[in-house]
């Protein structure tokens, strides 16, 4: 699934084909979306401040859009038992949502971030990871209440991920380098350096073996972190990148950016040091792709594929 700056959601097969017609959002450009762990429905955030839910079968909007933010939806994140939903924002908060009401379940979290640019469930769901444009990385309990910060970057951390098991947190910033932390008391245990441009999209394999990471730089890079070093070549966008994602079976990458595509990756062929650009399996044009956006697509595997 992508999502764009010209309000539409769109579903894709991986050979390139659409699934269905788009979802037009009606609240101007989609600035973040995210899919529910079983499938079944899709939350996107707009740059009116705005929520909106939709059910992937039906194709179509759940209800009224949902209102609080006072500025630009810019990521979002499921918990992991689908109960609630994270929401973060250019206002510098985080607000927390009931999907089966499309309510506040508690008051909004003014984050010191200044701008809000990814926030992450821990994968047991009882706490939150966020990262924003003051360059600190803030771990949350469930009921809001602030448990670290973690400081360290020298730019805007603009991507995070969890270890399955909860004990690290991995970001991406625009200092152009991924680290990872311990997320108990946020201690820095490595520093990978490869981009040479700001880092805007993390995510980690289903084994864990492997971090990959979309960039400015125009490239999606492999790190084994075995060895804490790069593996395979770089693949190429002919223009900035601002969103990966992997599908849950591991064999491929899906990354989009400027250049309006969507490019789908072979996993196993991208692990390997060729010397010559890994080919592209295929790629999707989509009419436009937001700017400065670490979470524009997710992963959804419609019944075509």
Same mark, same amino acid.
């Given at each position: 699934m992508s999502a764009s700056r010209?309000?539409?959601i769109r579903r894709w097969i991986r050979d390139g084909k659409p699934v269905g017609e788009p979802w037009k959002s009606g609240g101007g450009g989609v600035a973040s979306m995210a899919v529910c762990p079983d499938k079944t429905m899709v939350v996107s955030g707009s740059s009116d401040s705005k929520l909106r839910l939709w059910n992937?079968?039906?194709g179509g909007a759940v209800g009224d859009p949902w209102e609080g933010h006072s500025a630009a939806v810019k990521c979002l994140d499921w918990s992991s038992n689908a109960r609630e939903i994270a929401s973060g924002s250019q206002d510098g908060t985080i607000r927390r949502w009931n999907?089966?009401?499309?309510?506040?379940?508690a008051p909004p979290i003014e984050t010191g971030h200044g701008r809000v640019y990814d926030v992450k469930y821990s994968p047991r769901g009882d706490k939150f990871a966020s990262g924003g444009s003051d360059n600190v990385i803030r771990v949350w309990s469930k009921d809001? $209440?602030? #448990?670290?910060?973690?400081?360290?970057?020298d730019y805007a951390v603009w991507s995070l991920c969890w270890a399955k098991d909860g004990a690290y947190i991995f970001s991406g910033s625009g200092d152009m380098t991924i680290r990872k932390w311990q997320s108990i008391d946020g $201690?820095? #245990?490595v520093v990978l350096c490869g981009h040479t441009n700001?880092?805007?999209s993390l995510c980690l394999t289903g084994d864990e073996r492997h971090l990959v990471s979309a960039s400015e730089d125009c490239s999606v890079r492999i790190w084994d972190l075995k060895t804490n070093e790069q593996v395979g070549d770089p693949l190429l966008h002919d223009d900035e990148l601002l969103a990966?994602?992997?599908?849950s079976d591991g064999r491929y990458i899906a990354s989009a950016g400027l250049d309006n595509k969507i490019y789908v990756w072979s996993f196993e062929a991208a692990l390997k040091k060729s010397g010559n650009q890994v080919r592209v399996r295929a790629y999707i044009t989509v009419v436009s792709i937001i700017s400065n956006w670490p979470c524009m697509m997710a992963t959804?595997?419609?019944t075509e594929c």
């Open positions: 010209d309000g539409w992937v079968e039906e999907p089966n009401t499309g309510r506040q379940i809001g $209440k602030l #448990l670290i910060e973690i400081k360290g970057h $201690k820095e #245990l700001s880092v805007n990966l994602t992997i599908p959804h595997s419609p």
